[in-house]
Structures are given as structure tokens and as C-alpha cells.
């Protein structure tokens, strides 16, 4: 909404500042009546109005759309934005074409004040438009993508005029100048595709059966609701150094969520079952547990034995 603004605010600026320099240079009055005919800027805010409600009705009428097939939904998506763009664009050139219709001289100096306006006034802004136009031809990543940008990983929900909209993992609405992707590499986990792959480790003592506690891991995977089977996985084992002299077995299973909506929710759910059996085959975690011993004879200080 605010770049909306800034946008109407910069073509007004342009028109008034054109108008400034017409009667400087003591051009004829009427062309610029002509141009500030208050009809034709009524029919103008009008258009303008109608094109902000149409673009909100239909990117709803697509997002619903998208909502009902989720296999097309990526498409839908992506397609709800480029048809925002094209309402938009269309309102500008009938505004500018078929309401104001300024002569042709009127026209050549109406762009040159616009193109002065929007370099020194809007540059960032303009720069973010060209960006979100190259975002949607470039394609490094879409609406709906898994995407991790710096410190931010979340779904992208939006690419607009200016920015890029990625709601996190914990439901914050982050938006992103779309020039920072040009600039900064970016991540996407599932590339327009509806599945993504997820990557969980599990940690067991350096001495526990480590291939119990894969086949565990397998088993848990395959059988939750979430994964993908279409895809492999796959379950490796490690060794890993965990500070200090603590030494550990890692479980790595590696699969597909079949929906990236449910990325969290595989994971719960996929954590909790496994830890569920290796408290059941008796697998035990790297670290070890101590609490203090109670001893009675004041003279000596509380020593601290290990859990057995």
C-alpha cells in the first residue's frame, strides 16, 4: 500500500513540477488546463481505485483457488502475482492513454519532469520494481518456495513492487527489499516443488548399538504420514566430536516432506517417536547426567557420583 502511494505522490510531483516549468517558459495555459482537467484526474483516481480493488479481488479469488488445488498451488501463486503486476500496468498506461491523452509535446516533457522525479526522489524504490520484475523472469525462487535468506528462513508469501514477503517459521511476516536478492545469495529448499527435503539428527553415546538406533530412525521415518515415499531415504551414520573430550554417535536421516507445509510438523512428530524408542531399547544420549550424592559427616564436602 505504501509503495502505491509513493508512486501516485511521485506522478503527481512530476506533473506539477512539468506545470512550474511550463509557465516559466510561457507556454500556452491551456495545454496545461488541459492536462489538470478536473474530470479527467477524477476519471484518473477512479481507474486507479478500480485497479487496487480488482487486484485485491482476484489475487484472493487465485489465492483461494490455489488454496482448493494443492497441486497447482505453486503455479496459482506465482501467477496471482504477475496478474497484480498486469492490473496495475494496464491502469497506468489507460490513465495516461485514454484519459489524460496529452499531446505529443505535452507528453515528451511530462516524461522528462516524471524521469527526473522518480530518479532523484524514488531511485531505491524504482530500483526494488526493476529487482521484483527480475525476481519474476529470473526465477531464483517463487511464491510458496521454502527460501533462507541471511538470518531469515520462511515461506515466501509475496513478491511485490518493492519487496519480498517471507512469513517465518514463528508466523512473523518478514518483507525484504527485492534489490537484496541481487546482491545476496538465497536459498530454496524446494525450488516450485510442492515436497522438500529435511535433514534431523540424532545423537547417541559414542558405546550404544548404533545400528539399533538406525533402524529405529528408518522405521520412524518411513511410517510417519508427512514423508514423502516417492523419494528415497536414506539414514547415515557418524561420528561426531561434541566439545571437549565428548565424544558421540550421530544419526542423520535425510527424506522428503510431502508438502512444505508440514515441515514442522514431520519433524515433531518424526523426534518424538524416535525418542520414544531409544528410551525403549534403552539407547543412551552422548552426555553424561551426575547429581550431587547426600553425605551426613559435616567435616567432608558433597561429592558427585554418575547416574548408572
Known amino acids: 500500500m505504501k509503495t502505491r502511494w509513493m508512486l501516485a505522490l511521485g506522478a503527481l510531483a512530476s506533473v506539477l513540477a512539468w506545470c512550474s516549468t511550463a509557465a516559466a517558459q510561457d507556454l500556452d495555459p491551456a495545454v496545461v488546463g488541459k492536462l489538470l482537467d478536473v474530470n479527467k484526474l477524477a476519471t484518473a483516481a477512479v481507474i486507479f481505485v478500480a485497479a487496487f480493488i480488482l487486484a485485491r479481488v482476484v489475487g484472493a479469488m487465485l489465492e483461494n483457488l490455489g488454496e482448493r488445488l494443492a497441486g497447482r498451488r505453486l503455479l496459482i501463486k506465482k501467477g496471482a502475482s504477475l496478474v497484480r503486476f498486469g492490473i496495475y500496468i494496464t491502469a497506468a498506461l489507460v490513465i495516461l492513454l485514454g484519459v489524460l491523452r496529452p499531446e505529443r509535446e505535452t507528453l515528451i516533457a511530462l516524461s522528462?519532469?516524471?524521469a527526473v522525479t522518480i530518479g532523484l526522489a524514488l531511485k531505491d524504490l524504482a530500483g526494488s520494481i526493476i529487482a521484483g520484475v527480475i525476481i519474476l523472469i529470473d526465477a531464483p525462487?517463487?511464491?510458496g518456495d521454502r527460501v533462507q535468506f541471511g538470518s531469515t528462513y520462511g515461506e515466501v508469501v509475496e513478491i511485490g513492487l518493492r519487496t519480498v514477503k517471507i512469513n517465518t517459521l514463528d508466523d512473523n511476516l518478514v518483507s525484504i527489499p527485492n534489490n537484496k536478492f541481487l546482491t545476496d545469495a538465497v536459498a530454496s529448499a524446494n525450488a516450485g516443488a510442492l515436497d522438500m527435503m529435511i535433514?534431523?539428527?540424532f545423537l547417541i553415546g559414542i558405546d550404544e548399538d548404533h545400528?539399533?538406533?538406525r533402524e529405529l530412525v528408518l522405521e520412524a521415518t518411513l511410517t510417519s504420514k508427512y514423508v514423502y515415499l516417492a523419494k528415497p531415504v536414506v539414514v547415515h551414520v557418524a561420528e561426531n566430536m561434541l566439545g571437549g573430550e565428548v565424544y558421540g554417535t550421530?544419526?542423520?536421516?535425510?527424506?522428503?516432506?510431502?508438502d512444505t507445509r508440514f515441515e514442522t510438523a514431520i519433524q515433531t512428530d518424526?523426534?518424538?517417536r524416535v525418542k520414544r524408542a531409544f528410551r525403549a531399547d534403552r539407547i543412551g544420549s552422548p552426555y553424561q547426567k551426575s547429581k550431587p550424592?547426600?553425605?551426613?559427616?559435616?567435616?567432608?564436602?558433597p561429592a558427585v557420583s554418575p547416574l548408572t
Open 112 to 114: 522528462a519532469a516524471l
Open 141 to 143: 525462487f517463487q511464491v
Open 199 to 201: 535433514v534431523l539428527d
Open 211 to 213: 545400528e539399533r538406533a
Open 250 to 258: 550421530r544419526i542423520r536421516s535425510k527424506f522428503y516432506v510431502c
Open 270 to 272: 518424526i523426534t518424538r
Open 293 to 301: 550424592a547426600i553425605h551426613f559427616d559435616a567435616d567432608e564436602p
